[in-house]
């Protein structure tokens, strides 16, 4: 993905896809596990501007609930990118609460 990025080559996002969707594949759906792959899917999803497939993805790696709060920021970023800022807000609001004397780093931002 980064070199996609990088490079501006989408053909980098469509090998992460295919890769992160076979590891989610061969995940069991309820193994804390399948977080990372549904996370890097839907922020391979927010760099090509899929903004729906990027929540849904971002959704089910959240109700998971491993404790990651990456979900969180693509679901925020992803529904503010679809204009539904109250959603995001909604979301980022999930952020702020397990960073109350900050703001989430940008490390949570996949914008």
């Known amino acids: 993905m980064q070199k996609g990025r990088e490079t501006s080559d989408f053909s980098y996002f469509e090998l992460a896809e295919k890769s992160l969707a076979r590891s989610v594949e061969l995940s069991s759906p309820w193994d804390l596990s399948t977080v990372s792959p549904l996370t890097h899917l ?3 999803y927010m760099g090509e501007h899929r903004f729906t497939d ?3 993805y971002a959704n ?4 998971l609930g491993s404790g990651d709060l990456s979900p ?8 503010a990118d679809m204009g539904d800022y109250e959603e995001a ?3 980022y609001e999930k ?3 397990h960073f109350p004397s900050q ?3 940008r490390t949570y931002s996949y914008m």
């Open 60 to 63: 089910q790696a959240a109700a």
């Open 42 to 44: 839907a922020a391979v």
């Open 103 to 105: 703001r989430p780093s």
């Open 89 to 91: 807000s909604g979301y």
């Open 95 to 97: 952020l702020l609460i």
């Open 72 to 79: 969180f920021a693509l679901l925020g970023d992803a529904h």
């Open 54 to 56: 990027a929540a849904e």
